[in-house]
């Protein structure tokens, strides 16, 4: 009986180890049959951010956006808050564009809030004591537009230069062996001025040609390698590219600003832009250009021309004065700031 009982006892042990031993497996892996599993409780997922554009102060309609700083800016809203195709998403989108309706602070714009501006907006209100202006196309090239590196909203200065074919008419000199004196000798001479003519000038647009249909931009050839000692070749870039062709500068003129512009270049006189540092707004009081102003102003140096072999002496009439002889005095420029 005991043999028997021992034996009993050890089979007993090894079933419960065994049960013992499932159970831990079945609690490990999966589920206990019979048993109800303990619910599992997952974090909420968070609702994704995106940028929506909101007024930083109140815009009245007909503002033009030129520079949306200190108007507009953006906050991160919840996605549900966005709608797409109304609200914006950056500030990129309502610049150059006018205000249609008035916008309060703090609200988020809508796109149905703006339109594009047109180039009547663009144009600078007028300042008191001075007189309005208007749109006047230019048209310039390489040299006389800057080359090409003249962007809406810069101020130029407009120069115009001209030639003119002047015939001189001086007294005779004795010739020959009778000393038969000519009437007048004609001198024919080419004269030319340039002069500044309008200052301070608002670029109000640029419009450049559209490239030509079906052009291929032609593929890059490989750069040969730089000789022993010389400089690597600079790579063209849309920075140091000369642009070919004509296009518009469309500036801000007045209407005798305008009349002077027309009539200059209906007689083929050449117009030459001069582009000014940005916040730069003096004026400058010049007189021009010619051969004498070089000559007189400058130290020109003239060419010399052949010696005359005898010059008549000048002839003295009763009655009629004498011209007194008057120099022109030097000119020094002078630069006035604008208040």
């Not at 998403?89 to 610049?95: F, K, R």
């Not at 006018?98 to 663009?122: C, H, N, S, W, Y």
């Not at 004509?246 to 007045?254: E, P």
């Amino acid at each position: 009986m005991r043999r028997g009982s021992s034996s009993l006892l050890i089979i007993i042990g090894l079933f419960l180890l065994l049960a013992a031993g499932a159970a831990g497996v079945l609690m490990f892996y999966g589920q206990i049959p019979g048993t109800a599993a303990a619910p599992t409780v997952l974090p909420p997922t968070p609702e994704p951010q995106v940028a929506r554009v909101k007024a930083e102060i109140d815009i009245q309609a007909g503002t033009v956006l030129t520079s949306t700083e200190g108007l507009l800016s953006t906050e991160m809203v919840p996605a549900s808050q966005f709608i797409g195709g109304v609200n914006l998403g950056s500030v990129e989108e309502a610049l150059n564009m006018v205000a249609t309706t008035t916008i309060k602070a703090t609200e988020p714009v809508r796109k149905d809030q703006f339109r594009k501006a047109g180039l009547a907006q663009k144009i600078p209100a007028v300042k008191e004591g001075e007189q309005s202006v208007k749109a006047f196309p230019l048209q310039v090239d390489s040299l006389s537009g800057v080359a090409d590196l003249v962007q809406p909203g810069d101020f130029v200065d407009v120069l115009a230069s001209f030639n003119l074919d002047v015939s001189t008419f001086t007294p005779g000199v004795p010739s020959g062996e009778t000393g038969a004196v000519s009437s007048v000798i004609e001198r024919p001479t080419n004269e030319g001025t340039t002069k500044v003519l309008l200052q301070d000038v608002e670029v109000l647009d640029v419009i450049k040609p559209a490239p030509p249909e079906g052009e291929a931009s032609a593929a890059p050839q490989p750069d040969a390698p730089p000789a022993e000692g010389a400089a690597p070749a600079v790579p063209p870039t849309t920075a140091n590219t000369l642009r070919t062709g004509n296009w518009v500068i469309v500036i801000a003129v007045s209407n005798q600003e305008a009349e002077v512009l027309r009539f200059a270049l209906d007689r083929g006189i050449g117009i030459t832009t001069i582009l000014r540092r940005a916040g730069d707004h003096t004026t400058e009081r010049t007189v021009g250009a010619t051969m004498r102003i070089l000559v007189d102003n400058f130290g020109m140096p003239m060419p010399s021309f052949p010696q005359v072999v005898q010059q008549p002496a000048g002839v003295k009439i009763e009655g009629v004065p004498e011209v007194p002889q008057v120099k022109t005095p030097a000119f020094a420029p002078t630069v006035t700031a604008n208040p």
